[in-house]
């Protein structure tokens, strides 16, 4: 009889905390998540018409990418859907002899 292959981990367990990673790596999955958050967030903003006497006009049509991605950022910022951390986690498995699992 042979013993059982260890089933395939696809991610660091979620029960346990995050190891130490790099800042550089925290960054880049944040800014991930904060460009799929923009990406989330923009169809809201579609078909939106600004008219009246406080329109913002071609200005306000041509920074309007700009908001999105900073409410992107913003919500990425506070901790968002938590795709940074499940991004963080998946990239750690590569790493398991390192962290001793």
Known sequence: MTAAAAPVRYAYPTDR???PVSPRLKAQAEDFEAMV???MISPMFEG???DG???GGAGESAFRGFLIQE???SV??????GLSDMLIRSLLVTEEPAHAQ
């Open 48 to 50: 939106l018409k600004s």
């Open 37 to 39: 958050m923009s990406q």
């Open 71 to 73: 409410f992107g950022k």
């Open 53 to 55: 006497p406080f329109d």
């Open 17 to 19: 905390p995050l190891p």
């Open 76 to 81: 990425a910022a506070r901790g968002g859907i």
